[in-house]
């Protein structure tokens, strides 16, 4: 099985990440993997691709658990011998006007965001074939939200040098400020989804310097991207793209050729490198 390329993509029985899986399907020459939480879920997307003739594989994954994630991966191991393309997709916000204690916002937003898609990179990434492309679905309010931030903060986040035990570092800390309702005051920005997707593009950044300094040769490469504002039931309806045109920039990133040298450590939207 393992001369079979496979695509896995995170988070995907509805909204961008069912859009991924359904542009995949018609351009990727391998079997890609739709996941979700609930197989009953994920079961059903897979069944609505089928009905437009598209053919989708289906395994569970929950993110924010470690042994679904090691279940995926001995999974791919055995079956494939590894993976050649990897859209971590699945994230979680709340809507604007949730009550929700601002703390526990934070807590849950980075549990899944930034710490859930950390442990499937962990756990998955040594498993990306040579020439694999890996995608971390971002977005553009990481950018807004880094602006929000300390110059201190900002400095630190966009350094070459920091390392990813320095970020987890930040992301607990951020997290432990707005339990003591110091935030602010630490130079946080007001928004859990904003600093949770912070992390996941300072992570891309060192993922792929990580690549750079240890398998150079595999060219493989690594991004983060914003797929922009879905109509989702995430962003809500008033959106002004359609999930597959939220899809087109992290397919792109998913399906770069093979001679393709970049990008890679970059985070980009409609398929363009923005300044970090």
Known sequence: MSNVPVAVVTGSNKGIGFAIVRALCKQFPGDVYLTARDPGRGQEAVAKLQEEGLHALFHQLDIDDLQS????????????GGLNVLVNNAGIAFKVHDTTPFAV??????????????????ELLPL?????????VSSMVSSSALGGCSRELQQKFRS????????VELMTKFVEDTKKSVHEKEG??????????IGVTVLSRIQARMLNEKRKGDHILLNACCPGWVRTDMAGPKATKSPDEGAETPVYLALLPSDADGPHGQFLSNKTVRTW
């Open 128 to 136: 990306v074939k040579p020439y694999g492309r890996v995608v971390n």
């Open 69 to 80: 994630i090691r279940a995926l991966r001995d999974f791919l191991k055995e079956k494939y």
């Open 160 to 167: 070459n040098t920091i390392t990813e035990d320095e970020l």
């Open 188 to 197: 946080w920005p007001n928004t859990a989804y904003g600093v949770s997707k």
């Open 105 to 122: 916002q934070a807590e849950v937003t980075l549990k899944t965001n930034f710490f859930g898609t950390r442990n499937v990179c962990t």
